[in-house]
């Protein structure tokens, strides 16, 4: 079993010969967004705020992070068209940042919890693949299968990490760039907060999502799998 030279790859292959692997891998998909956001209010916990702890929220059962348009609608459209970009959001955990200890400092750690947890969830997995191949599982069936199914998993961490990076609102990325910026170019940014979601549909549209997902997304497959030789 080989490791693929692209990070798309591995979701091509849901669609192909491994199609009977695409319900797990719905699943885990899911949990990987829930965490994303579990790990939001566990960092704004840490940081003095207990507003997501209060409402429930930091709960991996999946029905309270259930958001139609992002953890259903949208994820399911880009399946079914094959573009190769499977992307979505659960319902964002709520968070009070006026709680924190301090607001600056609380605002960058909780917005780089979902991302640093989603790397983290594709480097364990990597981890996973290596371990599979040392024990040579990876010639057998079932080692191929857990093999397709922990790429595609890798990849989907690597494209949510990265997505979430972008600074548009209201992704993570929009509320780390307001933290860099000076007061008064945050106030200004921060005017683009009610088109975000639209501007992200016009990136999306224009391949420029596409463009950073696999500039900097092929890069961290391939540093996760630098031991193999692609």
Do not use: C, Q
């Not at 990070?7 to 797990?24: D, H, K, N, Q, T």
């Not at 829930?34 to 940081?47: I, P, Q, R, S």
């Not at 989603?118 to 997995?125: D, P, S, Y």
């Not at 945050?186 to 997902?213: D, H, Q, S, T, W």
Request: glycine fraction near 8%; proline fraction near 5%; hydrophobic fraction near 55%.
């Amino acid at each position: 079993m080989f490791i693929y030279r692209n990070i798309f790859i591995p979701l091509s292959l849901l669609r192909g010969e491994y199609v009977y692997l695409m319900p797990a891998w719905i699943v885990l998909f899911f949990f990987s967004v829930v965490m994303h956001e579990v790990a939001h209010g566990y960092a704004a916990l840490k940081n003095g705020d207990s507003t997501a702890k209060m409402m429930g929220r930091l709960t991996l059962h999946p029905v309270p992070h259930i958001d139609l348009i992002g953890t259903v609608i949208l994820p399911v459209m880009l399946i079914l068209s094959g573009t190769g970009i499977i992307i979505g959001w659960a319902k964002p955990v709520p968070v009070n940042p006026y709680n924190f200890y301090n607001y600056k400092k609380g605002m960058i750690k909780v917005s780089s919890a979902g991302v640093l947890t989603n790397f983290a969830i594709a480097a364990i997995l990597a981890l996973a693949v290596y371990i599979l191949h040392f024990i040579r599982l990876h010639n057998t069936a079932a080692g191929e299968n857990i093999i397709v199914l922990f790429t595609a998993l890798i990849s989907i961490n690597i494209i949510l990490g990265i997505f979430n990076l972008i600074p548009v609102p209201p992704l993570d990325g929009s509320n780390l760039l307001s933290m860099i910026l000076s007061d008064e170019a945050a106030m200004k940014y921060e005017r683009i907060k009610p088109y975000g979601f639209f501007i992200i549909i016009g990136l999306l549209m224009f391949g420029v999502v596409g463009f950073i997902i696999s500039l900097f997304g092929n890069l961290l497959y391939r540093i996760l799998f630098i031991g193999f030789a692609f």
